[in-house]
């Protein structure tokens, strides 16, 4: 059973920085795509990033490139979204999700970005940028 444990949000200035983690348990994620969406009320989740575990292959949303940065520790199991520049409109709930992959499915911006390729999700941490 795969469980996302998401930790690291809080209340920051616009302009500041934070770092969410993403603690992964469960099976070997060797083949797994790991995601960060967000969500704010009334408001569909959102993409934000993706990495492949293998290979760490990296995808970004318009709205964080160049500022947000995945990456992650295969030692510890755990993914990380680096957010710098923050903006009032990156306040929302940032959620961590892990998505199996077939080896004959195709990693694209437009798969990774969907939320309905992945299959587990954390319980959420909430970011809060003041303006």
């Known amino acids: 059973q795969v469980r996302l444990v998401e930790s690291g949000g809080g209340l920051v200035p616009a302009g500041g920085s934070l770092r969410l983690s993403c603690a992964a348990s469960g099976p070997t994620f060797t083949n797994y795509v790991m995601g960060w969406f967000r969500q704010t009320p009334g408001k569909e989740r959102e993409f934000v990033a993706a990495i492949t575990w293998s290979v760490g292959t990296t995808y970004y949303a318009d709205s964080v490139k160049g500022r947000f940065t995945i990456s992650r520790d295969n030692a510890k199991n755990t993914v990380y979204l680096q957010m710098n520049s923050l903006k009032p409109e990156d306040t929302a709930v940032y959620y961590c999700?892990?998505?199996?992959?077939?080896?004959?499915?195709?990693?694209?911006?437009?798969?990774?970005?969907?939320?309905?390729?992945?299959?587990?999700w954390g319980q959420g941490t909430q970011v809060t940028v003041s303006s």
């Open positions: 999700a892990a998505g199996p992959w077939s080896p004959f499915q195709a990693v694209t911006f437009q798969t990774v970005r969907a939320a309905k390729q992945y299959n587990y």
